[in-house]
């Protein structure tokens, strides 16, 4: 997740130009939770304490202890950033202490809220973390894919139980190592799997859509970007994130839908939309997912 930046006093930057290069909505660095409202900051009755492992003061937010990070600098405001490690704050060398804090208790409602979901997001993280070794499990097209070792297997071959209880997952991943392969191995192979599976299923889907938005698609490669998850080139070209592969198809479409819209509108205005909506009317659903959900960490 980007941190959330909150600069007291400075205006809005206005916005810039349409680059040749149309990005899709940043990445986030997983599917874990499914929960797409975020979450509130926490409440006063139940004291939380956020602290950055740099914080030099602190200070308390409705009753919340918040150790913060204080950098001094030549800007001209106050700025606060609320990333993974916590609060930082930047402020002019002129302005005391005691003003710093009387603005971060009157943003402290937005504060916390960050901090919350920075804190949240860490938790869902660290959950979605694939362990590589047998029955280690890793999402495929929204399902869960569980890990078996099998040296019998050439290569990695997915098999499906047709008869899975519901809620069961019901895939299983053979892969061609024995029971002592270590993690990396593991990650490996199953990396190059989800790779070349990402490549065929995002290959049929452009040509589905291409076809549907009447655009001609010149070229298609895989990116490893961990700020987009796709891009168009007025060329033709598509660029899609592997790891998309994560997701279930109708996320899946919606990227594809979306990067192939740019070869009629190299923008984001209404128009562009209208591109999108043509093909995918309910688009914004699978949107929401992208916003919300977290990567499994493959590390």
């Given at each position: 997740m980007?941190?959330?930046?909150?600069?007291?006093f400075?205006?809005?930057?206005?916005?810039?130009?349409a680059a040749?290069?149309?990005?899709?909505?940043?990445?986030?660095?997983?599917?874990?939770?499914?929960?797409?409202?975020?979450?509130?900051?926490p409440?006063?009755?139940e004291?939380?304490?956020?602290?950055?492992?740099?914080?030099?003061?602190d200070?308390?937010l409705?009753?919340?202890?918040?150790?913060?990070?204080?950098?001094?600098?030549r800007?001209?405001?106050?700025?606060?950033v609320?990333?993974?490690?916590?609060?930082?704050?930047?402020?002019?060398?002129?302005?005391?202490?005691?003003e710093?804090?009387?603005?971060?208790r009157?943003?402290?409602?937005?504060i916390?809220?960050?901090?919350?979901e920075?804190r949240e997001?860490?938790?869902?993280?660290?959950?979605?973390?694939?362990e590589?070794?047998e029955?280690?499990?890793?999402p495929?097209?929204?399902?869960?894919?569980?890990?078996?070792?099998d040296a019998?297997t050439?290569?990695?071959?997915?098999h499906?139980?047709a008869?899975?209880?519901?809620?069961?997952?019901?895939?299983t991943?053979?892969?061609?190592?024995?029971?002592?392969?270590?993690?990396?191995?593991?990650?490996?192979?199953?990396q190059?799997?989800l790779?070349?599976?990402?490549?065929?299923?995002?290959?049929?889907?452009c040509?589905?859509?291409?076809?549907?938005?009447?655009?001609?698609?010149?070229?298609?490669?895989?990116?490893?970007a961990?700020?987009r998850w796709?891009?168009?080139s007025?060329?033709?070209?598509?660029?899609?994130?592997?790891?998309?592969?994560?997701?279930?198809?109708?996320?899946?479409?919606y990227?594809?839908?979306?990067e192939l819209?740019?070869?009629?509108?190299?923008n984001h205005?209404?128009?562009?939309?209208?591109?999108?909506?043509?093909?995918l009317?309910?688009?914004?659903?699978?949107?929401?997912?992208?916003?919300?959900?977290?990567?499994?960490?493959?590390?």
């Open positions: 980007q941190p959330h930046q909150l600069s007291l400075d205006e809005a930057p206005s916005a810039a130009p040749a290069v149309a990005p899709l909505v940043a990445a986030p660095v997983v599917p874990a939770s499914t929960a797409t409202t975020a979450p509130l900051a409440p006063a009755a004291r939380v304490e956020f602290r950055h492992p740099r914080s030099q003061r200070v308390l409705t009753g919340h202890r918040v150790g913060y990070e204080l950098r001094r600098s800007r001209r405001s106050i700025g606060f609320v990333a993974a490690e916590g609060l930082s704050v930047s402020a002019p060398r002129w302005v005391g202490v005691g710093i804090e009387a603005a971060l009157e943003k402290a409602s937005w916390l809220r960050k901090l919350q920075q997001r860490a938790a869902r993280l660290d959950a979605a973390r694939v590589w070794r029955g280690g499990t890793v495929f097209l929204g399902e869960t894919v569980i890990l078996v070792l019998r050439t290569g990695a071959v997915l499906s139980a008869e899975a209880l519901p809620g069961v997952p019901h895939l991943l053979h892969l061609g190592l024995p029971q002592t392969a270590e993690p990396d191995q593991i990650r490996d192979a199953v190059s799997w790779q070349r599976q990402a490549r065929r299923i995002f290959e049929e889907r040509t589905h859509f291409a076809k549907a938005l009447g655009v001609r698609m010149t070229r298609l490669s895989l990116s490893s961990a700020t796709g891009s168009a007025a060329d033709g070209s598509i660029r899609l994130n592997w790891r998309l592969v994560h997701f279930g198809l109708p996320v899946i479409d990227v594809v839908t979306h819209a740019h070869l009629r509108e190299m205005g209404p128009a562009f939309w209208d591109v999108v909506r043509s093909a009317p309910d688009f914004e659903q699978a949107r929401g997912v992208l916003r919300h959900e977290v990567l499994p960490v493959l590390e």
